[in-house]
């Protein structure tokens, strides 16, 4: 019999966390005209915060296999939301990248107690499926 390690479901979560980094740097870039065309236009000090608040999302995302790593991404969603003040627009995408947050970290969360219980379908042995199927 073959017996292979099952793969880690936690490690593939830190690809997914960086993908969807990814796509919230390129939203918050793509912002910047939705930024300038409210209220009277873009300050500079205004762009520098959309600059700065990308990078440090790009800069995250090599940090997100530590342990720390998640929550500095999560961090960084209320560091958006704080952008309100500032810019409205990257407000509004603090609140939906927020959620974003919230269900890749519940998702997460439940894999991890499921792990924990031994109830994940790849800790399944082959055994029990061939006894459950005949």
């Known amino acids: 019999m073959n017996r292979t390690?099952?793969?880690?479901?936690?490690?593939?979560f830190a690809g997914v966390?960086?993908?969807?980094?990814?796509?919230e740097v390129?939203?918050?870039?793509?912002?910047?005209p939705v930024v300038?065309?409210?209220?009277?236009?873009?300050a500079?000090?205004?762009?520098?915060?959309?600059?700065?608040?990308?990078?440090?999302?790009?800069?995250?995302?090599a940090f997100?296999?530590?342990?720390?790593g998640l929550w500095v991404a999560a961090g960084l969603q209320l560091v958006l939301i704080a952008c309100w003040v500032a810019a409205p627009a990257l407000g509004v995408l603090g609140l939906v990248f927020g959620v974003v947050w919230a269900?890749?970290?519940?998702?997460?969360?439940d894999v991890a107690?499921?792990?924990?219980?031994?109830?994940?379908p790849s800790q399944q042995s082959t055994e029990d499926s061939a006894d459950s199927a005949g």
């Open 5 to 12: 390690k099952p793969t880690d479901p936690m490690k593939s």
């Open 17 to 23: 966390a960086a993908a969807t980094l990814l796509l």
């Open 26 to 32: 390129l939203v918050v870039l793509l912002s910047i």
């Open 36 to 42: 300038e065309n409210l209220g009277s236009g873009l």
């Open 44 to 61: 500079t000090w205004q762009g520098v915060l959309v600059g700065v608040v990308a990078l440090a999302m790009l800069v995250t995302c």
């Open 64 to 68: 997100l296999r530590r342990p720390w």
């Open 103 to 109: 269900a890749l970290l519940w998702m997460r969360f």
């Open 113 to 120: 107690r499921r792990m924990a219980q031994g109830t994940l």
